[in-house]
Every structure is written in structure tokens, then in C-alpha cells.
């Protein structure tokens, strides 16, 4: 959390100094907020699913970090990138948390944690591992899912100061160090952590030293470091694993300094190639000072903190044993990686800041104001307190960081800059005298280098996307041709195999209960159903007569719904048929005159056949279910709805209580049809016809005054009505929902007796605010109940007395039903709104031609 917090609110100081004035600073700093608290999801959760949601999040908010530059195509192919193949990663994490969850028996991660022994003695153990590891290694830029993260270069350096030195990158790491005491202690586990991280750390060494852009230089040394902390990991000692953190605290303090001086860099002189960028020295004295001390830790210099925790790191790789009489090779490698580390430390360095005059800057540099570089400058001080001081500063930091991660008695350990002549200490002296010779020698390199075959992954990645976009395009191309009629057929198909196949395994379709007597007002209605479906099929070609046919079928189901006690159905079902219909009636008036001829007389009857069979077995598996004793939730509700949610009607204590969270999913999905019916309808043009379909013309008077002076009179009325079903919804038939259909058919009625320009002038709305509002409201009634200590939509209640009143209930979930409300008539509206604003500009076309 310190990394998160502490470094997040530095990059956002740093921000206010480095965006244009072009760029949205409330746009970056609302992104910054959102992936902020992303993160503080992943560390925080202790449910396995609730860190995965979290994990996602971090996902699509550095996309939008990313691709924050949108204009720029190197951002929007980087952004796409990395939510590609860290998407990809959180699918197969999700897999591996749901395994982990069923063998364990338990989605909770301090119960997960604590079940070693029964998930390493598993047989899916080896599969859950692979399949976290992804999640882990996508996400934390593991070769070979390394690709991504240079080209998310392309974001502004705030976003990679602190997505890719101190946050995104080290969530990855976050979950190894997290999942460790549950998954590590086997050979699959070294195999897979240490060799990945090993060959991350010596490609991303090596690669580093060759780039000539500041940022991607900065890139391939975090993936080196990000793998050297994997090693660490994968080693699975005690030590190793305190050297890890160590290594995680210390590498965000340097590499979010460096990015940030980088930026600075960048916003003075206008470019980050280090081919031009020489004798900055004598332009940036007191930022370049920064960032060489900043470089330095990077190297792993004495006296400053990356020191510290690379002599930790080589020392574990002279204590395992893993593999075997090969194991010298592990150190051997180890050294090699410190010493391209310190070569490209020393390229950023002397390359940067000084080798001569610069060349063709596109400005001329300068120091940056003043506070821009208090960042940096309070960053390079923590690495210089921790490499000189470091039992008074990280000691106990790192204790207590080990000590959750290790989740045991802590090994013995000591921070001190000097320990005596040892191997770690020669390591380190060999990696920085062998780095130096490397930097003088780097001609001979780069000429190898330049002899290698290029490779381009991100090429290669394009070609894998297109390849299968292409793959599915040829796919859905042979089932989709546009005719809503074979989609039909084939929905209705799939499930009449579904549904029809334990049909075929039934050895007796009645069950034991007894069959309820026909009544005759049943049998009416059932009658008049039939009737109204079949005249809809029968004269579907004339519109008006179908819907009306179609809008008896609607109202006898609201009778149907009350004829068996359930009144809140009832009033849902008239309330939606009102409003659908009127939509539909406005949706047809678009479509063309006169109804297209059926197709063949085979398809036809092809037609029948399907939805006669599919008729037959669903009603044969009701017939089947409803005969048949089964246990049934219902009594569970009724008994706990007013003790546990405070209201009587059942109906609405599940809506807005035990089942609050499919609310909030259905209103949000709501708002988003809202919203992409609303952006597709203002991107088609339609033709309204100047007649109907027997050339009459259309009435001149398109608003009649009676009209007109009755819906006004009823708006009033019918705004009192829907606030009455507001209030009493949560004990009686009601509720933010129908409320909301009612409050509609009230506007609905006003846009047909006034059009869309008169309301539009006396109701200036915002329909897309009014459905965030109601999402929104929703939302934090439900993060409300955090605060008290209770899960997620707790409902709170009590009785007060009122004078005059009596005892009186408040509930907090007349405040989710508030968010409700909103959100349908926002949505319902913004779609009406939207088909009305078609007609009234498709006519002012008509009468300017």
C-alpha cells in the first residue's frame, strides 16, 4: 500500500506539471484514481474472486491510461497490446482461482493460503499453478509475455512512473509473493518461477543495452528486474523471499525517479533518443544529478538501495541447490545479468548527460519548475537513506512486508552496508568492474547485435490478432447473413436440443402431485391468450392490428399474473407492455410501408414445425416439474423478508436486498443498451415517408390541442401516482422500477402530445446523467455498507416516531431504489427521445428541400 498510495500521489503531483495545456488533466487524474483503486483492491481482497475483479480492473483502467494519448496510433496498438495479453492472463488466472477455490473448498484466500498440503497433494494442483502462473507472468511482463510492456511506452511518463516501475508490472509479483505459502515448495513451482525468471532477467539485461529511446531502455530494465525478483521467488527460501520485497520496495523508489526524470527530459528538450540527447549536463545540472544518483541504485552501487537488495540476491543464488551439480550456473548467470545492468546504467548515464553537445533538439533545454521535481528529488533521497541507513528506515517495513507473505517466523537477516569480504561482495564488485568493460567495449556488441535477424513482436502479435480476427470473421460469416429468421431457427433450435433431450430420459412425464382443477375464468384467459398469439401470426402483414393483437397477449399475462397472487409481476408486465408498445409503434414507422412477401411455403412450414415442437416440450417439461414435489427458496424469503430487509413485500426485499446485486448488474446493463441505442440511432439515417401506405399524407396538425391540454393536466397526477408506488414499494405492491415505467408513460405521453421541441425547450434533461446518476446512487448505497464493517448492499432499517405520523420505517434501500427509478427513466426516455428526435428531424429535412 505504501508503493500505491506513496507513489501515487508523487506521480500526481508530477503530473499537474507535465501534461499540456491541450491534454485533460481531470481526465488523467480520474484515470490515475480508478487504477489506484484497482490496486488497493488486489492487495486488500481476501475473497479470491473479489482480487480477481480487481485484478481485471487494473487491466481495462491502464488501458485507458495507455491509450490516454488516443490520437497517437503508437498509443491505441500499445494499449490494445496490453489488454490483450494481460486479458488474456486473467482469464487463465480466474481458471486457476476457481480450481484452487474447488479444491480447497473455500474462495477465501486466508483458508487457501493455509491448505498447502491438500492442494499440492491434488492431482489438478500442476494445472491450477500453470494457470495462475500466466495470470501472473502476463501481467508482470515475464518473457516471453514480455512484448507488451515497451510498447506501452506510448502512454505519458506520469502512467509508466507509475503503472510500470511501482504498480501494474509489480501486481504480478504481488500475486506470486501472495499465492507462495499455498503454491511453492515443489520442483513444477522452481521450474516454472525460477527458469522464467531467470531467462527475464538476462533478456531484459541484454536487450536494455541496446535501446536508443530513454523510455524503452527504462522498459527492458524493469522486465530485467521484474525477473530478477521471479528468481528470487522461484528460489522458494526463506531469505530469497525477504530479498524479493526487499528488492519491490527498492526497485519502485529508483525506477519511478528515473522515469520521471526521463520526463522531465522529454518535456524540456522534446525528444527521448539518446543518440541526440548528449551534454544535458550543462542544460539539466540539478536533474541530472537526480537521475545519475537514481541510475546508480539501478546499477546496484554500495551506499545506495539497489545495492542492497542485488548483494541479497546474488548471496541467495549461492545458497540453492536446485539444480544439482548445475546449480554454480544460477550465480554464474546472476553476475552476468548485474553486469549489463550496470552497462546500461552507464550508457543512460554518460550517454544522456554527457559525450559531447547535443544534436538537433527540437528545443532548447532547460531546468523544469521547481516543484515538478519534487518527486524525484524525494524519491533519489529514500534510495540514498535505505543504501546508507538501512536498519533505521526499511527494517521494519520489510519485516512486516515478509512476515504477511511468509506468513511464519521470520528468518534471520541483517541490513548493513558492510558484511565483511564475501562472495555476494565480489559478485557485486565483478558485475560492476565486468558492466564498466561492457559500456567501453559496446561497439563490438551492438555490431553483434546489428547481425542478429530483427524481432519484431509487436509484428508478430499484429499478425496473430488480424490472423484471428479473420479466423472468426470466416466463422460468423457462415452462420450470420443478416436474416433475423435463421437466427431465430437457430436459437429456437439449440434449445429445443437443450430443453428436449431430458425429455428422452424421463421414464414418466406426470409426477405424484395431483392436477389442479380447471377453473373457468382460467380457461378464458388461457383462451384469450391463445387467441390474441395466433391473430398476431395470422395478421402480422397489417402492424396495427398485430400489435394490437400483441398488447392483448401482454395484458392477459398481467391478468394471469394476478389471478395467482402476484401483483408486483402484474404491475411490471402493464407497466412494460404500455411502453413497448409505443416504442415499437414509433420503431415501425420507420420501417417501410408496406410488409415484404413471407418467404417459401417450405420455410413456412419449416417455421411451424420448430415452434410447435418447441411449444410441446417446454410445455411438457412445466407439465413435468410442476407435477412434481421440489424444494423451493420461496419459504426461505418470506420467513427472512422483514426481519432481514425490513419490508413485507417479498417481491422488493429481494429485488433491492437478497438479490441486490443482480439489480445493480440489470440496471447497468440496462443503462448500456440506453446508451448504444442511443449512439446508434444517431449515427442512421432514416427516410420517414411523406403518406402512409394508402398515400394518404399525414396530418397537418401534428400535436392535437385536446391532447395536448389533457396530458398536461395529467402529468401532475401521474407524477404524484409514481411516487406513491415509490415510497410504499418496500411493504406494498411497488417499487423504484414500476415507479420509473410510470414516470415514463407520464413523459411518453407529453413527447406524443407536444413532440420532441417543445419538451426539449421546458424539460432541458441530460437523459446519459440521469442514468450514471441512478447507476451511481446504486453503487455507493452498496459501498456505503463498508463502511459498518458489512459486505457489499447490506440493507440498514429502523422504526422511528413521527409526530402526527406514527412509528415510521427508513430503510436504506429506498436509496437503491432511488438508483433504480433513475435508471429507468433515464433509459426509457433517452430511447424515446432519441426515435422522436428521428422524426422531428427527418421532417425539417423534408419541408427545407
Not at 522515469?259 to 540527447?277: N, P, Q, S, Y
Not at 389471478?563 to 415499437?584: G, N
Request: aromatic share 10%; proline share 4%.
Amino acid at each position: 500500500m505504501f508503493m500505491i498510495l506513496g507513489i501515487g500521489l508523487l506521480v500526481i503531483l508530477y503530473t499537474r506539471y507535465y501534461l499540456s495545456a491541450n491534454d485533460s488533466m481531470a481526465k488523467l487524474y480520474s484515470y490515475l484514481m480508478l487504477f489506484m483503486t484497482a490496486m488497493l483492491g488486489i492487495v486488500m481482497s481476501n475473497n479470491v474472486i473479489q482480487l480477481w475483479l480487481f485484478w481485471e480492473l487494473t487491466s481495462i483502467s491502464s488501458f485507458l491510461l495507455i491509450s490516454f494519448w488516443w490520437h497517437k496510433s503508437e498509443a491505441r496498438k500499445g494499449a490494445r497490446m496490453a489488454l490483450a495479453v494481460t486479458g488474456a492472463g486473467g482469464l487463465a488466472l480466474l481458471a486457476g482461482l476457481m480450481l484452487l477455490g474447488d479444491i480447497v473448498g473455500s474462495y477465501d484466500l486466508d483458508v487457501i493460503l493455509a491448505s498447502k498440503a491438500i492442494i499440492q497433494s491434488h492431482d489438478l494442483y500442476e494445472v491450477a499453478l500453470v494457470l495462475v502462473l500466466l495470470g501472473a507472468f502476463t501481467k508482470s511482463a515475464q518473457f516471453p509475455f514480455h512484448f507488451w510492456l515497451p510498447h506501452a511506452m506510448a502512454a505519458p511518463t506520469p502512467v509508466s512512473a507509475y503503472l510500470h516501475s511501482a504498480t501494474m508490472v509489480k501486481a504480478g509479483i504481488f500475486l506470486l509473493a501472495r499465492f507462495h505459502p499455498a503454491l511453492a515448495g515443489t520442483d513444477t513451482w522452481f521450474l516454472l518461477v525460477g527458469l522464467t525468471g531467470l531467462a527475464t532477467l538476462l533478456f531484459g539485461a541484454y536487450i536494455a543495452l541496446f535501446k536508443h529511446d530513454l523510455k524503452g531502455l527504462l522498459a527492458y530494465s524493469t522486465i530485467s528486474h521484474l525477473g530478477l525478483i521471479t528468481l528470487l521467488l522461484g528460489l522458494d527460501t526463506e531469505l530469497a523471499t525477504v530479498a524479493a520485497i526487499f528488492h519491490i520496495i527498492n526497485h519502485a523508489t529508483f525506477k519511478a525517479s528515473l522515469f520521471m526524470a526521463v520526463g522531465i527530459i522529454d518535456h524540456e528538450t522534446g525528444t527521448r533518443d539518446m543518440r541526440k540527447l548528449n551534454g544535458m549536463w550543462r542544460y539539466l545540472p540539478y536533474t541530472a544529478t537526480l537521475a545519475m544518483v537514481a541510475a546508480a541504485a539501478m546499477a546496484g552501487v554500495p551506499l545506495l538501495n539497489g545495492f542492497l537488495s542485488k548483494e541479497m540476491f546474488f548471496a541467495e543464488t549461492l545458497h540453492q541447490q536446485v539444480l544439482g551439480s548445475m546449480s554454480w550456473l544460477i550465480p554464474v548467470l546472476a553476475t552476468v545479468a548485474g553486469a549489463l545492468a550496470v552497462a546500461y546504467s552507464a550508457r543512460f548515464i554518460h550517454d544522456v548527460f554527457f559525450n559531447g553537445e547535443p544534436i538537433d533538439l527540437p528545443r532548447t533545454p532547460h531546468e523544469p519548475p521547481r516543484y515538478m521535481r519534487v518527486p524525484i528529488e524525494i524519491l533519489v533521497v529514500i534510495c540514498l537513506l535505505v543504501g546508507m541507513f538501512p536498519h533505521f528506515t526499511i527494517d521494519g517495513i520489510l519485516s512486516a512486508a515478509s512476515l504477511a507473505v511468509l506468513g511464519k517466523e521470520m528468518p534471520v537477516y541483517e541490513l548493513a552496508i558492510w558484511h565483511g569480504f564475501n562472495l555476494p561482495l565480489l559478485m557485486s564488485a565483478m558485475a560492476i568492474a565486468g558492466g564498466l568493460f561492457i559500456y567501453i567495449n559496446r561497439k563490438y556488441l551492438f555490431q553483434f547485435q546489428a547481425s542478429l535477424p530483427p524481432l519484431n513482436a509487436k509484428k508478430t502479435f499484429e499478425r496473430v490478432i488480424l490472423s484471428v480476427i479473420a479466423w472468426c470473421q470466416s466463422k460468423v460469416s457462415s452462420i450470420e447473413n443478416g436474416s433475423l429468421q435463421r437466427y431465430l431457427v437457430i436459437m429456437l433450435a439449440v434449445v429445443l436440443l437443450c430443453a428436449g433431450w431430458p425429455l428422452f430420459e424421463m421414464q414418466q412425464l406426470a409426477g405424484s402431485m395431483p392436477l389442479t382443477p380447471v377453473d373457468v375464468h382460467n380457461a378464458i384467459g388461457a383462451g384469450l391468450l391463445i387467441i390474441g398469439a395466433l391473430a398476431t401470426v395470422i395478421w402480422h402483414r397489417s402492424r396495427m392490428v398485430s400489435l394490437l393483437m400483441l398488447s392483448i397477449v401482454g395484458l392477459m399475462v398481467s391478468v394471469v399474473f394476478t389471478r395467482f397472487s402476484a401483483p408486483d409481476l402484474a404491475l411490471t408486465q402493464l407497466t412494460v407492455e404500455v411502453v413497448t408498445i409505443i416504442l415499437l409503434m414509433l420503431a415501425l414507422f420507420f420501417l417501410p410501408q408496406h410488409t415484404p412477401k413471407e418467404s417459401s411455403s417450405l420455410r413456412v412450414l419449416r417455421d411451424l414445425a420448430i415452434a410447435s415442437t418447441l411449444g410441446v416440450v417446454i410445455a411438457s417439461i412445466c407439465y413435468a416439474l410442476l407435477t412434481r414435489p421440489l424444494d423451493s427458496i420461496s419459504d426461505f424469503f418470506i420467513a427472512n423478508a422483514k426481519i432481514g430487509g425490513g419490508g413485507t413485500n417479498v417481491v422488493n426485499v429481494i429485488l433491492v436486498d437478497f438479490r441486490g446485486f443482480d439489480t445493480l448488474g440489470e440496471i447497468t446493463v440496462l443503462g448500456i443498451a440506453a446508451l448504444g441505442i442511443f449512439k446508434v440511432l444517431s449515427r442512421i439515417p432514416l427516410f420517414m415517408p411523406a403518406s402512409d401506405s394508402e398515400g394518404r399524407p399525414w396530418a397537418r396538425e401534428r400535436h392535437p390541442i385536446l391532447l395536448a391540454s389533457i396530458s398536461q393536466s395529467l402529468l401532475p397526477l401521474a407524477l404524484l401516482v409514481s411516487a406513491y408506488i415509490f415510497l410504499r414499494g418496500h411493504n406494498l405492491p411497488g417499487g423504484g422500477f414500476i415507479a420509473g415505467l410510470v414516470t415514463s408513460i407520464a413523459f411518453i405521453l407529453q413527447y406524443m402530445a407536444h413532440g420532441t421541441a417543445w419538451i426539449n425547450e421546458r424539460f432541458d434533461v441530460n437523459y446519459r446523467k440521469i442514468i450514471a446518476s441512478g447507476i451511481g446512487i446504486s453503487l455507493f448505497t452498496g459501498v456505503g455498507s463498508w463502511f459498518f464493517d458489512k459486505p457489499f448492499l447490506t440493507t440498514w432499517f429502523d422504526y422511528f416516531d413521527i409526530p402526527f405520523v406514527g412509528k415510521t420505517e427508513l430503510a436504506s434501500a429506498i436509496a437503491f431504489d432511488l438508483g433504480v427509478y433513475l435508471t429507468v427513466v433515464g433509459a426509457t426516455l433517452m430511447i424515446l427521445a432519441s426515435l422522436g428526435n428521428m422524426t422531428a428531424d427527418t421532417q425539417k429535412k423534408e419541408v427545407n428541400i
